[in-house]
């Protein structure tokens, strides 16, 4: 599984990192470190991966692959 | 439900005979967030406004468009170079009210203020501040818990946000505290709206004076000392002094007048819920998700506003430049086109998605302590106080505008 988080939606609610902490990690300002970028999702980690993106309020992880 | 305004005019539910007879005003298109009718049927309201009306009208004042779902509230809260914030988020806002900063301005301008600001209130730095939190919280109990009542805003959750705020971020001394909550909740709630002013200027004249205190003091590097040294703007200037004032108050502002409510309602709901109540007793990791879903159900922040700087079509209404528009949260948390039965309070709830702390560039700046003051808080009321409920023939007391906010709630238990 691979996602996308948006460069410019992400603002720092933190949800995604809540939910799938070894999926999702916060700078130190609190938003997700990865955006702007595609990561891949740890083998086991998918269910998590789905609740942190769809509990994020600007919907910025998009789906990239199954 | 409705998906356009075409579809809301065509519905007949939405007719202004019907709606006037049902809610006493035509909610769709005369809509009035400072009506008492709206504070005392809250939740009927709100969910009506989202199945029904994806977009509504006020009439009062110079009006405003009220923008109610869950994805067009996403998108027009993201869209800040159409839907800017300059122009300030209350909807006839009254002469003489200082702008602030930097909720009132738009990007590059919001931006810089909030890469120096975001820092002080991160995760990893709040988390810092939990033991004193939970301190405090215990400190507060001890006051009443003796007594097997309390009158829970005056003891508890009108105090606590303060303290938190004030003893960890800004520093200032918790004794003006009183002061301060009376001048925000009297500068927010004041009837007629015009009264509002003269109380944020108490607020604004206390910070600006301690402002220019902390500026003659040793360095602490605290969130004062980022705000003291303050920006340069894109034009090359120096953000003025009044700008950095205004950061305070809107600091201020939201640090004290808002986490009382999400705060009050989650106690009171416990305390009507005594099953919910033991289910968090019995397994405090829930709390944290509890905490989430009394943030969706319980907003102290209803609606704040943006003003078109363009013509723009938003769920099938023209807009015009010019045009006033609130993204109304509390609406858009409970739209059951983005979750299973919105209007269900489920602790357990799988994913919880809510506009509480706003979307957009705006989020809410404190929203990660305002999580760390609710989860603690109901850890140590439960741990204290396991069995509580409301007191015999009383019920909690609403103020509600473009902010909601609870003014009295008694409780009760076995001393």
Known sequence: MRVKIDGEHCTGHGRCAKYAPNVFILDDDGYNADRGNEIDVPEGEEENAKRGMKSCPERAITLVAE | ?415
């Open chain 2, 1 to 415: 439900m409705n998906e356009t305004r075409a579809d809301m005019e065509a519905d007949p539910e939405v007719a202004p005979e019907v709606l006037k007879a049902r809610f006493g005003r035509d909610i769709a298109r005369d809509f009035d967030l400072d009506d008492p009718m709206f504070n005392d049927r809250f939740d009927e309201v709100l969910t009506f406004m989202v199945n029904k009306c994806p977009i509504s009208f006020s009439k009062v004042g110079t009006g405003y468009h009220l923008v109610n779902t869950n994805e067009q509230v996403r998108r027009v809260a993201q869209d800040w170079r159409t839907f800017s914030s300059a122009k300030g988020y209350m909807p006839n806002r009254p002469e003489g009210l200082p702008y602030l900063m930097p909720e009132e301005s738009d990007p590059p301008m919001h931006t810089n203020w909030r890469h120096k600001l975001n820092p002080h209130m991160s995760p990893k730095v709040i988390a810092t501040y939990e033991e004193v939190i939970r301190q405090d919280c215990n400190v507060l109990i001890d006051t009443f818990i003796e007594k097997g009542e309390c009158e829970f805003i005056s003891e508890f959750g009108a105090l606590l946000p303060g303290w938190a705020f004030f003893k960890n971020v800004l520093g200032v001394p918790i004794d003006d505290l009183a002061m301060l909550v009376e001048g925000v909740e009297q500068g927010t709630f004041a009837l007629p709206a015009e009264e509002r002013p003269a109380h944020m200027a108490r607020v604004f004249t206390y910070l600006d004076t301690h402002l220019k205190w902390r500026a003659t003091q040793p360095k602490r590097g605290d969130v004062i000392d980022t705000i003291l040294e303050g920006v340069i703007y894109d034009d090359g200037t120096e953000a003025p002094w009044d700008h950095k004032v205004s950061i305070l108050v809107d600091l201020t502002f939201g640090g004290i007048a808002t986490t009382t409510f999400v705060m009050s309602s989650a106690i009171h709901y416990l305390a009507m819920h005594p099953e919910v109540r033991q289910q968090l007793i019995d397994d405090p990791s829930l709390i944290e998700n509890a905490v989430e879903e009394f943030s969706r159900v319980f907003p102290p922040v209803i609606a704040l506003g943006r003003t078109c700087t363009r013509d723009v079509e938003v769920a099938g209404t023209e807009m015009k430049e010019g045009d006033f528009v609130m993204l109304t949260w509390g609406a858009a948390s409970r739209d059951p086109r983005a979750m299973e039965e919105p209007e269900k309070i489920d602790i357990k709830r799988e994913t919880i998605l809510h506009s509480t702390f706003g979307v957009g560039p705006h989020r809410c700046i404190g929203s990660n302590l305002a999580r760390l003051e609710l989860t603690t808080t109901i850890e140590e009321w439960l741990r204290r106080i396991p069995e509580f409920s409301l007191r015999e023939g009383t019920a909690p007391v609403y103020v509600t505008g473009f902010l909601r906010s609870m003014r009295e709630l008694q409780l009760v238990w076995p001393k």
